[in-house]
């Protein structure tokens, strides 16, 4: 006769109770906003981090007057009733 064929059962609802669990909430989304960090080892080279508000629609690059690029998004928003403008100065999104 197997002795261990009790331990089966409770093993099996020991893993049923763990994983029935509730899952973590997920972290809140990041603040809207652009951060601009210079790489090290590079001659001006500039990483660009947006997170923006609503759906992106599309970029582009175009060289400025200094004859450096500058990075346009289009973006729409999520809500259709929300404002096509956000709130601040316009520099800021």
């Given at each position: 006769?197997?002795?261990r064929?009790g331990?089966a059962?409770?093993g ?6 763990l994983?029935g ?7 809140p ?11 090290s ?16 629609l ?17 973006t ?8 096509s ?9």
């Open positions: 006769m197997n002795r064929s331990a059962p409770v099996a609802l020991a893993l049923l109770l994983t669990a509730a899952p973590t909430p997920p972290p989304p990041p603040a809207v906003g652009v951060t601009v960090t210079p790489i080892g590079s001659a001006g080279a500039r990483r660009t981090d947006a997170v923006l508000p609503g759906r992106l599309d970029t582009a690059l175009p060289r400025g007057a200094d004859g450096r690029r500058r990075l346009l998004a289009l729409a928003p999520d809500d259709p009733k929300a404002s403008a956000p709130e601040g100065p316009r520099a800021l999104y």
